[in-house]
Nanobody
């Protein structure tokens, strides 16, 4: 059984930093795509950062480029999201997710959220102005 468990969320002031972690069990994260997504109240879930382990492509939402960095420790089977320069508009529940290649083709870039197979429970990030 696959489990993805996020941690590291919290409340910070604008300009602050947080580091999110996503520990995986029952699944090897280097197999396919790993992604960070977020959902703010009243808004649709959006991709924040994705890592395609098939070709090492990492992609970021325009709104977080230069501020957020996604990485993973394959030995620890853990995904990370370093968030610097946080803004109030970054407030959301952050989820990690895995797209397993055995359940569908992965191209040059990781797919949209709907095609991911495994999801964590989410961690709240709140940024105050």
């Amino acid at each position: 059984q696959v489990h993805l468990v996020e941690s590291g969320g919290g409340s910070v002031q604008a300009g602050g930093s947080l580091r999110l972690s996503c520990a995986a069990s029952g699944y090897t994260i280097r197999r396919g795509c790993m992604g960070w997504f977020r959902q703010a109240p009243g808004k649709e879930r959006e991709a924040v950062a994705t890592i395609n382990n098939l070709n090492s492509n990492t992609n970021y939402a325009d709104s977080v480029k230069g501020r957020f960095t996604a990485s993973q420790d394959n030995a620890e089977n853990t995904l990370y999201l370093q968030m610097n320069g946080l803004k109030p508009e970054d407030t959301a529940v952050y989820y990690c997710a895995a797209k397993d290649p055995q359940f569908g083709y992965i191209g040059r870039w990781c797919p949209a959220a709907a095609e991911y197979n495994y999801w964590g429970q989410g961690t709240q990030v709140t940024v105050s102005s």
